[in-house]
């Protein structure tokens, strides 16, 4: 028996990963969420604002926002997410013995539930869950183009930094699935450049005319109106960042490098522990029936890739930044697979004694974290 299950792990493997989730669950909802807590009282009470959009929403059900809404918020998206890319693995690879493997290094990596559970009440996951949606709906209109558009918008209202972190993302799935899948002309060329346009205008707008209008002060009074329990002043102490200008944000990023460069070789050796995943990932793109759809997938690699670099330069969230960035590349993964292939990619070994013992590894790390490893 133990022979076997050393032999094949997978779904061992599985459930160890089931097992890890609800621990970081534990864990996470003993900690205060400073971050999390705060995006939920503010909203568009003085105006357009940056990072309003969850706490408008919010607004509009409940004039006091309690702390456990936050880990319900929260916790309603993971599932969701959960449904939603388990629907995704079913549609593009199906559940079988021989694409377990695949679906615990995605699933089961350290960067993405596990992650996002660790992040929870964080507005990372809506861009995943968002493009997760946009590889899941029929790709052959511009209606599927205006719904990436949509999606993009109510990105940068959640968040601005969505422009780097899953805008990107969104950009190369619909080029995948619907530029490359259904071809180009004039009409749906312009309509992609023109929603391009609106979306980084609207990132502009937030990052430089969506400060907060009034005093630090008086917003704090503000959102203490918006508690359900207002003695919690605690849970306030991030207001400055509704006040933060872009040049302070990238001061502070490069005062802290020397101290989160050293998180590096770590982010390294988890990229490296997912080796099957990228091998597979790269048979995949070979594996393309025409060379234009190889090299534009490699170029929109590429660009996810810098766009996260930049990200890096100008905000210290590196462990986030890291899981959000390879959970684009498995989405990516996903919109590959669809393309027209040339041949068939073997799946990844599921009795290769390396493989399992990689497997097991990245099953065994419960999260990445949010600034430094773990």
């Not at 690879?93 to 493997?101: E, K, N, V, W």
């Not at 993405?112 to 493009?131: E, P, S, V, W």
């Not at 960042?241 to 944000?249: G, N």
């Not at 982010?267 to 190889?294: E, G, M, V």
Request: hydrophobic share 60%; charged share 10%.
């Amino acid at each position: 028996m133990t022979a076997r299950i050393m032999q094949n792990p997978w779904r061992l493997l599985l459930a160890i990963n089931v097992a890890v989730i609800v621990g970081v669950f534990v864990h996470k909802i003993q900690l205060p969420p400073y971050v999390p807590y705060i995006h939920l009282l503010v909203d568009y009470h003085f105006g357009f604002v940056k990072r309003a959009l969850i706490g408008a929403v919010v607004a509009l059900f409940t004039d006091k926002v309690p702390v456990w809404l936050v880990f319900a918020l929260g916790g309603v998206t993971w599932l969701v997410t959960l449904a939603l890319y388990a629907r995704l693995f079913q549609k593009t690879f199906g559940f079988t013995a021989r694409t377990l493997p695949l679906f615990v290094f995605i699933a089961g990596s350290p960067f993405f539930l596990k992650n996002f559970m660790h992040t929870l009440g964080h507005f990372d996951i809506y861009g995943c869950a968002l493009a997760i949606i946009l590889l899941l709906v029929p790709a052959g209109s511009l209606l599927f183009v205006a719904l990436a558009a949509l999606f993009s918008i109510i990105l940068v209202l959640v968040h601005h930094i969505h422009l780097l972190m899953y805008v990107p993302t969104i950009i190369a799935i619909v080029v995948i699935r619907h530029y490359l899948t259904h071809g180009c002309d004039r009409t749906n060329v312009a309509f992609g450049i023109i929603a391009l346009l609106v979306v980084s205008a609207l990132f502009f707008a937030a990052q430089f005319v969506g400060t907060m209008p009034i005093p630090e002060a008086d917003f704090v009074a503000y959102l203490k109106t918006r508690m359900a329990d207002p003695s919690r002043t605690e849970l306030l102490q991030f207001a400055y960042i509704w006040y933060q200008p872009l040049a302070q944000e990238i001061s502070d990023t490069w005062g802290r490098l020397p101290h989160n460069i050293l998180g590096v070789p770590v982010f390294a050796l988890l990229i490296w522990l997912h080796t099957p995943l990228w091998r597979y990932f790269s048979n995949l793109i070979a594996a393309l029936a025409k060379d234009t759809h190889r090299r534009l997938v490699v170029a929109a690699l590429a660009g996810v890739s810098l766009a996260y670099l930049v990200m890096f330069a100008m905000v210290f969230d590196y462990s986030r930044w890291i899981s959000n960035w390879a959970v684009c590349m498995f989405l990516i993964l996903h919109a590959v697979k669809m393309l027209p292939a040339a041949r068939e990619t073997p799946p990844i070994p599921s009795e290769d004694q390396k493989t399992n013992i990689f497997g097991l590894i990245i099953t065994l790390i419960p999260r990445v974290g949010i600034v430094r490893p773990f």
